[in-house]
């Protein structure tokens, strides 16, 4: 697929590697080695990544990146609603993921839903003495207080890995004893290098674990798909589903956002896999390719270019039923979204916004920005690999400054130097730049907003970001005195 | 077996079902289960030492908060900080993974230390661990010496260091830790033999509340008392949006810290959240020392504005009295809008002794008092303040429990409201009351960090929110009829 090629006046190849060489002046020689090749020039023709990435943080700046228990609890197993999921170990990892990343669930809670925070907080004692007796306790007394959970997993924290517990087979006992699926996750956040690995770990855990152990009671359809890799933040999910089944699919099973177990064990009957975060579940996809042959396709839910885009090309997977279905939805949705465009598009046009999120959002928002006229001077990921910035490549504007798990001193030197109008980043970063006056959204959880996903999503984010670039509050930040 | 027979289909639970097991959730026999639980913990309202050193952390000039152990605890840290205050908290961590490890952490410790150096550009490098440097047994001590040795760290910069592992204690211990060993290094060899600074210390101890500290410093200001508060936050979480970002908002200065072991008096207003601290503190700071409890309700608030009085040696100036009329007033007058209302409460100690004593003092029950992680002593206290009134009458304290315990006594054994932080909104959703959130975190409101609790303007603030709220809900809920201009 050729792209045509996006330029931004003033942004050159020479002066965005000369912003990243003045960037790293202040760094030690070693630090500023190490950093170089995580810092690069987009070259768009190219399609291929133009930074090193997946590799340690360097100690002592400040990096954005969570753990492999992150990865594991707060992206892949977390969002299952029918699940009780056990951070064992100490209080805080648990107690930090609870209730953080707005994984919205249905259901009534304690009941058939378990947003709760389950934990065995462990003490000295349990250092000293292993914890496996204390879990095989507490699985039975989960079991006995939530009798409709179909499922327990175990998310081991560090200190479980360094003293030597052996979960698995704690769990292989309980769930024998129990009659119940437990799930151990040797997720340890001191494995690998960011929440990337507690993604594939988990990933592992599914495959070993619960895939191809249900199958759905209903007739098979050629329809029948799953949607991967959606997390539900803001209801991200009920959105895209809702605009999959308009176009005529089943969508089956949900990975994982407001997931139910059983569904996601019979995930490998459906007739293709639709994957939305590429970072967090390929490797799940390529599993179920290679074992259930089912194919898979990446897709992009954020603004009305990329959702038509997205949606021809699933059509494509199915017959004429389901083409006819794509452009009708495409044409009932087209003039709505024109109209946001209208509304929208006159405030924001040229408006400049740099990105640093997870695993796809800095390549898959830069479409719905685009839509409403704004351009991406800047983007990056906390911990990405270098196939997500092959795919980054062709949707940034040429030579913009792509930067890999960036330090905050780095992203701060970024934007004084680019002054975009809008930050699209974290928490930890949003009050550093709205103290400067940069508006601001948070890009993981959507602010506490949402959903950002199809066009239900659009209209949302739309609204969203006019209201943080225009808000009349920044015209305050200059003081009159 | 055939093949077929081994099939598992995915089920649905029948909504009969779900109906009968939501309802069994909220009875008699489901919380005996539920108190019969060892092993799992569910929902509770503590986290791990780290968060607690990492507030502390930040509350000195120039102080660089640093994490020895993994990124993700520091990212976590930082995440609860940022939600619950709205505001930047710039901290590192030296990201040690797999070989740290085997290897030990002490490669991390010096490449961090050298480029935080760098990088930020602290006047003081504050380290705390996680677990992963507990467990393997990193010995802080002798690392620091061999930074110093090769020259990481430069010559006179402060690098104080707390052991806070994640599987002991809470929040409060790891404040109390960091704390003692900041005062320990920026203090060593600074006391002189007759010189005095004629200021008060204040340890507020973990109260992440910034016009409480705001307040601190108004109330000695109005005594014309010169005072150092040992850890202040309100310059550092509450920071003026001006189009500029410093990385090192205000805090207590180093001076100040180092000199305030040449004060008047030192007083400590968390005891439980600075035990160490004030242990450490009576044997080597000059002056006279006192612990008393954290100024919250009106008779907490005359101890402490008389301890002052008594440390200073100044009268009580008639601005105070004034306040404290004032105050009084405003119990008076919405005094019964709260009598008889029963409340449940759960937090740290220091807290939980300041609601329950505010609560008796309007007439109200503080009737589940919840603690996860308290002791004897704390149990013992609260109980001293329950039978030394009448509205404790058949209050009950609960130790070492956490929010799904919460959640059977509100059903079973229902109350008017609760007091606690954010976490508790899911209860109080179930049980249909509303939650008063003076705690930490609270992720879902806007500004409650600015409002002060402690002190008489403090007590105006509870009893403003508290009462309003139950005029709000019979507003909201009384027929027709009853609805009327006045309450």
């Keep these: ?481 | 077996m055939s093949a077929e027979a081994a099939v598992k289909y995915v089920t649905e639970t029948p909504e009969s079902e779900k109906e009968r097991v939501a309802a069994w959730i909220n009875t008699e026999e489901y919380k005996e289960l539920n108190f019969k639980r060892e092993a799992l913990v569910i929902a509770p309202p503590h986290t791990c030492q780290p968060l607690g050193a990492e507030l502390v952390a930040h509350a000195f000039e120039g102080s660089l908060p640093f994490v020895h152990g993994s990124q993700g605890c520091a990212s976590y840290y930082r995440s609860t900080l940022n939600r619950h205050f709205r505001e930047p908290a710039p901290a590192v961590s030296d990201s040690m993974t797999e070989d740290g490890a085997v290897f030990g952490g002490q490669n991390n410790l010096h490449e961090g230390l050298e480029n935080a150096i760098a990088i930020y550009k602290p006047k003081m490098v504050s380290i705390f661990t996680s677990c992963m440097p507990e467990i393997i047994g990193d010995d802080l001590v002798a690392f620091l010496k061999n930074a110093r040795n090769k020259g990481i760290i430069p010559e006179g910069m402060p690098v104080p260091f707390a052991n806070t592992p994640s599987f002991n204690g809470s929040h409060i211990h790891g404040y109390d830790a960091m704390l003692l060993s900041i005062l320990q290094t920026l203090t060593e060899g600074k006391k002189v033999e007759g010189r005095c600074t004629g200021k008060i210390n204040l340890i507020p101890g973990f109260d992440a509340n910034t016009g409480n500290f705001r307040e601190y410093k108004r109330l000695f200001a109005e005594f014309g008392v010169p005072a150092t508060i040992l850890g202040d936050i309100s310059d550092v979480f509450d920071v003026p949006c001006d189009g500029t970002y410093h990385t090192y908002p205000g805090g207590t200065k180093l001076d100040d810290a180092a000199d305030s072991i040449n004060g008047k008096a030192t007083l400590s207003v968390g005891p439980y959240s600075a035990t160490k601290t004030f242990a450490w503190l009576k044997d080597n700071y000059s002056g006279k020392h006192a612990a008393i409890p954290m100024p919250l309700g009106i008779a907490k608030t005359d101890e402490f504005i008389k301890k002052i009085s008594e440390l200073s040696g100044k009268p009580v100036p008639e601005s105070i009295k004034n306040e404290r009329g004032r105050a009084v007033d405003a119990m008076t007058d919405s005094h019964q809008y709260m009598h008889g209302k029963k409340f449940a409460l759960y937090g740290d100690p220091d807290q939980l002794l300041g609601y329950v004593s505010f609560l008796l003092e309007m007439g109200a029950i503080p009737y589940h008092i919840l603690c996860s992680k308290g002791s004897k002593k704390v149990e013992k206290e609260i109980q001293a303040l329950l039978d030394s009134s009448m509205y404790g009458k058949g209050c009950k304290i609960y130790m070492g429990k956490d929010l799904w315990h919460m959640r059977s006594l509100i059903m079973t054994d229902p109350v008017d409201a609760m007091i606690g932080d954010t976490h508790g909104k899911f209860a109080c959703r179930d049980a249909g009351i509303p939650l008063f959130r003076f705690g930490f975190p609270i992720f879902d409101r806007v500004n409650k960090h600015r409002y002060p609790i402690i002190g008489y303007q403090g007590v105006i603030n509870m009893v403003t929110e508290i009462c309003n709220k139950f005029i709000d809900i019979k507003d909201e809920t009384c027929e027709d009829r009853f609805f009327e201009m006045m309450r």
């Design chain 1, 1 to 481: 697929m050729s792209h045509p090629i996006k330029t931004i006046p003033g942004i050159t190849k020479e002066s965005t590697e000369e912003l990243i060489a003045k960037t790293l002046e202040v760094y030690p020689e070693k630090a500023k080695k190490k950093r170089a090749p995580h810092l690069g020039a987009n070259d768009q023709a190219s399609g291929s990544a133009c930074v090193k990435s997946n590799k340690k943080t360097v100690p002592g700046v400040m990096s954005a990146r969570g753990c492999a228990y992150a990865g594991a609890k707060g992206v892949v197993w977390g969002p299952i609603r029918d699940m009780v999921h056990v951070s064992h170990g100490p209080v805080g990892c648990g107690w930090y993921s609870w209730g953080t990343r707005r994984n919205l669930m249905t259901g009534k809670l304690g009941v058939d839903q378990f947003a709760m925070q389950f934990t065995s907080d462990f003490q000295e004692k349990d250092i000293v003495y292993g914890g496996d007796k204390k879990l095989k306790q507490l699985l039975t007394e989960a079991k006995e207080l939530f009798p409709l959970a179909k499922g327990i997993s175990v998310l081991s924290e560090c200190p479980v890995g360094l003293i030597g517990d052996d979960i698995n087979s704690a769990a292989k006992q309980s769930a024998k004893e129990l009659d119940l699926p437990i799930i151990p996750c040797n997720c340890e956040g001191f494995r690998g290098v960011s929440q990337s690995l507690g993604h594939h770990i988990s990933n592992d855990t599914i495959r070993d674990h619960i895939i191809g152990t249900r199958e759905f009671s209903e007739p098979e359809t050629p329809y029948d798909i799953s949607l991967i890799g959606d997390y539900n933040i803001g209801g991200d999910v009920w959105s895209a589903k809702a605009l999959l089944e308009e176009i005529g699919l089943n969508v089956k099973s949900v990975w994982t956002g407001d997931g139910e177990l059983e569904k996601i064990a019979a995930t490998h009957t459906v007739k293709l896999n639709l994957i939305h975060c590429y970072r967090s579940m390929n490797y799940m996809c390529k599993v179920m390719e290679e074992k259930f042959g089912i194919p898979w396709l990446e897709f992009n839910f954020f603004g009305p270019t990329k959702i038509r885009e997205s949606l021809r090309s699933i059509g494509e997977r199915f017959d004429q039923t389901i083409q006819d279905k794509v452009e009708q939805v495409i044409a009932k949705y087209d003039p709505i979204m024109q109209a946001i465009v209208d509304e929208y598009r006159p405030r924001l046009e040229g408006k400049k916004v740099m990105l640093l999120v997870g695993g796809l959002r800095p390549r898959h928002t830069i479409g719905a920005y685009e839509d409403l006229g704004m351009e991406c001077v800047g983007s990056g990921y906390e911990f990405a690999h270098t196939d997500d910035y092959d795919r980054t490549a062709p949707e940034m504007p040429d030579a913009t400054v792509v930067y890999d798990d960036p330090s905050e001193y780095e992203f701060e030197k970024f934007a004084h130097a680019l002054k975009p109008d809008l930050i699209g980043s974290g928490i930890k970063e949003k009050y550093v730049f709205q103290k400067m006056g940069i508006p601001f959204r948070q890009m993981h959880s959507w602010d506490y907003s949402g959903p950002y996903h199809g066009y239900q999503g659009f209209s949302v984010f739309a609204r969203d970001i006019d209201m943080a670039v225009n808000s009349p509050t920044w015209k305050l930040v200059e003081s009159p005195f």
